[in-house]
T-cell receptor
Framework: ELKVEQNPLFLSMQEGKNYTIYCNYS?????LYWYRQDPGKSLESLFVLLSNGAVKQEGRLMASLDTKARLSTLHITAAVHDLSATYFCAVVRDMRFGAGTRLTVKP | KAGVTQTPRYLIKTRGQQVTLSCSPI?????VSWYQQTPGQGLQFLFE???????NKGNFPGRFSGRQFSNSRSEMNVSTLELGDSALYLC?????????????FGQGTRLTVV
């Protein structure tokens, strides 16, 4: 059974700091999504990673995919309060989501 | 361009009742997927429809069913509701099937079973 594990599940950061969220999955897949969810809201697509070695950046967020290691990362640079949300990775093959990382950025 | 529209937004039902949720995809999108989100189980895939055919199904009991119409609109039905069915039900649409293209999510229907 496909498993998608995110860590950490909870992350409290100071503004201006950098951090990385990890997404490990247990089967072969060359595509992966990252989503953001604000409290009480739906999911917003952040990145679609379509191949091994794919790297995408949007503002302070950068996502990468290593299909050989079955690992995707979401790197946060110089965090700001507006980034506070829950971030999910999803493996495309079975649309299996990770448990989510609840990020809180404090001043 | 209108996004994915789910109706109703909120629903309260009693155990044993049935419920139907509706999802209108983005214009031109032919694939609709449904997900259940709960604090305990997280986001779980229910099923995917494309061209009125179910293409993928998650691990849910037969009480959960769906269908898609010729205009790509989709409905999800849950029969004999249980307390554990209380959740946010999310619908996502994408251009094609196979979950290989970007999926856009609706605002969800929050179902409470009492």
């Amino acid at each position: 059974e496909l498993k998608v594990e995110q860590n950490p599940l909870f992350l409290s950061m100071q503004e201006g700091k950098n951090y990385t969220i990890y997404c490990n999955y247990s089967t072969t897949s060359d595509r992966l999504y990252w989503y953001r969810q604000d409290p009480g809201k739906s999911l917003e697509s952040l990145f679609v990673l379509l191949s091994n070695g794919a790297v995408k950046q949007e503002g302070r967020l950068m996502a990468s995919l290593d299909t050989k290691a079955r690992l995707s990362t979401l790197h946060i640079t110089a965090a700001v309060h507006d980034l506070s949300a829950t971030y999910f990775c999803a493996v495309v093959r079975d649309m299996r989501f990770g448990a989510g990382t609840r990020l809180t950025v404090k001043p | 361009k209108a996004g994915v529209t789910q109706t109703p937004r909120y629903l309260i039902k009693t155990r044993g009742q049935q419920v139907t949720l509706s999802c209108s995809p983005i214009s031109g999108h032919r694939s609709v997927s449904w997900y259940q989100q709960t604090p305990g189980q997280g986001l779980q895939f229910l099923f995917e429809y494309f061209s009125e055919t179910q293409r993928n199904k998650g691990n849910f009991p037969g009480r959960f069913s769906g269908r898609q119409f010729s205009n790509s609109r989709s409905e999800m039905n849950v029969s004999t509701l249980e307390l554990g069915d209380s959740a946010l039900y999310l619908c996502a649409s994408s251009l094609v099937a196979g979950l290989n293209t970007e999926a856009f999510f609706g605002q969800g229907t929050r179902l409470t079973v009492v």
